[in-house]
């Protein structure tokens, strides 16, 4: 499967967006992260849409390893193997271990979740399968999170659902990590 769009490169994401590229790859761990070389081409709305997803992931208020469990909830619903790639590297250093990712492959019904954590991912669940979270959910997800949270939690899934289509659409190609 090839690429509907090219990465880009000097040319096609100008200087700005170009550096922002290089920076973004070294951090990837990566020669070229193609999210980002693709996504570039689009300039000043490219920046946009960086410093609000930076605004949820990483400086979002959630706890990280809740972040990295959410991300990795909606890639695996999404099946977005880029998503998977990048977030499985980022989720060990938050304390993603191998037991837990095998648990988020299962999702909320896996044994071992705290309450919390299961309510979390049944948020995600319902937002990925049917655009909504049902009030049952909702009111488990609200005993463990403030108002403020639980808008980003809403958003943070939106984000990296859109991201994955986004991915999948463009058929970005996956960086060899």
């Given at each position: 499967?090839?690429?509907?769009?090219?990465?880009?490169?000097?040319?096609?994401?100008?200087?700005?967006?170009?550096?922002?590229?290089?920076?973004?790859?070294?951090?990837?761990?990566?020669?070229?992260a193609h999210l980002f070389s693709t996504l570039g081409r689009t300039k000043g709305l490219f920046r946009g849409w960086l410093h609000f997803s930076g605004r949820l992931m990483p400086g979002g208020r959630l706890p990280r390893h809740e972040s990295e469990?959410?991300?990795?909830?909606?890639?695996?619903?999404?099946?977005?193997?880029?998503?998977m790639d990048h977030h499985i590297r980022l989720g060990r250093r938050a304390g993603v271990t191998p037991e837990i990712l095998e648990r988020l492959r299962t999702g909320?019904?896996?044994?071992?979740?705290?309450?919390?954590?299961?309510?979390?991912?049944?948020?995600?669940?319902?937002?990925?399968?049917?655009?909504?979270i049902g009030n049952a959910t909702w009111a488990?997800?609200?005993?463990?999170?403030?108002?403020?949270?639980?808008?980003?939690?809403?958003?943070?899934?939106?984000q990296y659902e859109g991201l994955a289509a986004t991915i999948t659409a463009?058929?970005?190609?996956?960086?060899?990590l």
């Open positions: 499967m090839q690429p509907r769009i090219s990465p880009g490169r000097l040319r096609e994401l100008g200087p700005i967006n170009w550096v922002v590229w290089q920076m973004l790859s070294r951090a990837a761990g990566t020669d070229d469990l959410v991300i990795l909830r909606v890639a695996r619903l999404r099946d977005c193997a880029y998503e909320p019904s896996a044994d071992g979740w705290s309450d919390k954590h299961r309510a979390l991912l049944a948020a995600v669940d319902e937002l990925v399968e049917t655009r909504d488990a997800l609200a005993e463990h999170y403030d108002e403020r949270s639980l808008i980003e939690i809403v958003l943070l899934i939106n463009l058929r970005i190609q996956r960086d060899g």
